[in-house]
């Protein structure tokens, strides 16, 4: 098998520091040898970016102009969306519905910042002295884009499309689980014509974010995935004085009031917590439903989670696919024993898939876990995968105590047929995102990210592309 390439300058590099396999994990076979980068090569990447950044082919641009790059990136990723969602699935093994699903989004994402490029504006301030003064935004530089495994279409467009919507290059280091996409997307940007060095991706295990993080040409790191990675990147930029962006773990409550629509309570938490298997930073993994009602929420959510038929990736029918890696996997059924030596008990699932094609692959079924308090690891920590744990809890008050007491605020959702106590709980709920009477649903225009141990910054929306940008003050002498 010949060894994939990563991209620096528009050119495809063989790297330095030989090579590692991207496993299937539906099978367990090689679906790709890739090229790993050095920290010779980070630095090549780099200096690469820094280039681009002083190139007039890129820096002169005006805003319609770079907008026009986005926008064929846009019609680009459409075009080639089977092939992106079967590269996905062959890396992680999320089912190809949901990696159609998500190639669709990417270009989106790329359209929506391309319209954001377009029509953003400075701003003319009030005036207070004798000058005019004005606020412009100018690109933050050289960025570091570092992402995770579980959804690389998204999650890359997400971070690539403002960084150059803004005006920035930008390294690209994918996960090593998961580095196919990046590479497409490397092919891609070269195809819509983007100047030699204004994306760039290299690929590796963590000694390559390392290096890209440590890297002194780097002006602003970005970084999706776990938290304690996410304080060391913090550590390490803090130390340089460079501003992060980073979008960390969660423990997200899903909250079930009694007078709430239970039939589509049970439907919207088990998509909460079992759609794309769990491997979600705001799937609500804690479930709290009210004492009077819990019994028979048990009961639905029971029906639910097994609704969720484990599969081959292809395979219409499954509603999830195999865990990304075979590690994750035995990740995943260490906690669901760890529930259980705490004192809990499984209601469905909690073991590995076995028989037929599954003991080939790293599949996990949906799981719920009950007669645990708020306290328990297994409530306390993110396992990010399909394993839920259901908790009943007496009044509001109990409620938010328990909701709130965890060390992540990313999401939250609310099921309950009164708006004034919606409103109540939403503000209440110390997390970026609520949902009420919905859960997971996604829109780019809205800004995206966590309280407390779930990250730093936002991206999505106008905020998302000013977070890669310097806010600079102007002043007129009119006297």
Not at 15 to 28: K, L, R, Y
Not at 53 to 61: N, S, V
Not at 221 to 231: E, W
Not at 437 to 461: H, L, W
Request: proline content about 5%; hydrophobic content about 45%; some cysteine.
């Amino acid at each position: 098998m010949s060894v994939r390439p990563f991209m620096i300058a528009n050119e495809w590099v063989e790297g330095s520091a030989g090579s590692f396999d991207s496993i299937n994990p539906a099978d367990g076979t090689v679906s790709a040898r890739i090229a790993s980068a050095s920290a010779q090569d980070v630095d090549r990447a780099v200096g690469a970016a820094r280039a681009a950044l002083g190139d007039p082919a890129w820096a002169a641009l005006k805003n319609h102009e770079r907008a026009r790059f986005l926008a064929r990136m846009a019609d680009l990723v459409a075009a080639n969306r089977d092939h992106l969602a079967r590269t996905q699935m062959a890396d992680n093994g999320k089912t190809l519905k949901e990696c159609m699903s998500q190639a669709a989004s990417a270009a989106d994402v790329f359209r929506y910042y391309a319209a954001v490029c377009e029509t953003f504006e400075s701003e003319v301030n009030t005036q207070r002295g004798p000058s005019m003064t004005m606020t412009v935004y100018e690109p933050v530089g050289v960025v570091a884009a570092i992402t995770p495994w579980n959804s690389p279409l998204t999650i890359e467009a997400q971070k690539l499309a403002p960084i150059l919507a803004a005006g920035n290059t930008v390294v690209l280091k994918p996960s090593e689980v998961t580095p196919q996409v990046a590479l497409e997307y490397a092919r891609l940007a070269r195809e819509a014509g983007f100047p030699p060095g204004v994306l760039n991706v290299v690929t590796g295990a963590g000694e390559v974010g390392r290096a890209l993080v440590d890297h002194p040409g780097v002006d602003l790191v970005s970084f999706t995935g776990g938290t304690a990675a996410g304080r060391a990147i913090a550590e390490a930029a803090g130390r340089r004085l460079v501003p992060v962006i980073l979008e960390l773990g969660g423990k997200s409550p899903d909250i079930v009031f009694a007078d709430a629509d239970l039939a589509a309570a049970a439907k919207g938490v088990a998509a909460g917590i079992f759609s794309s298997g769990g491997q979600s930073c705001i799937a609500g993994s804690r479930i709290f439903v009210e004492r009077a009602i819990f019994d028979d929420m048990l009961d639905r959510l029971r029906v639910e989670a097994e609704s969720y038929r484990l599969g081959l990736p292809e395979d219409d029918a499954a509603r999830i696919g195999p865990m990304a890696s075979f590690r994750h996997r035995d990740h995943v059924a260490r906690y669901v024993e760890m529930g259980v030596s705490e004192g809990g008990c499984v209601v469905t699932g909690g073991a590995p898939a076995t028989g037929g094609a599954f003991d080939q692959g790293a599949y996990y079924p949906a799981t719920i876990v009950t007669d645990l308090t708020n306290r328990a690891r297994i409530c306390q920590e993110e396992i990010f995968g399909p394993v839920a744990v259901a908790l009943p809890f007496d009044s509001e008050a109990d409620l938010l105590a328990q909701a709130n007491d965890t060390d992540f605020g990313l999401a939250a959702g609310i099921w309950t047929g009164d708006y004034r106590k919606a409103w109540r709980v939403a503000r209440a709920l110390r997390a970026g995102t609520v949902w009420i009477n919905t859960y997971k649903e996604s829109s780019i225009s809205v800004p995206f990210g966590g309280f407390k141990q779930s990250g730093i910054g936002r991206e999505k929306g106008l905020q998302g592309m000013r977070a890669y940008m310097e806010p600079k003050g102007l002043y007129w002498n009119l006297a």
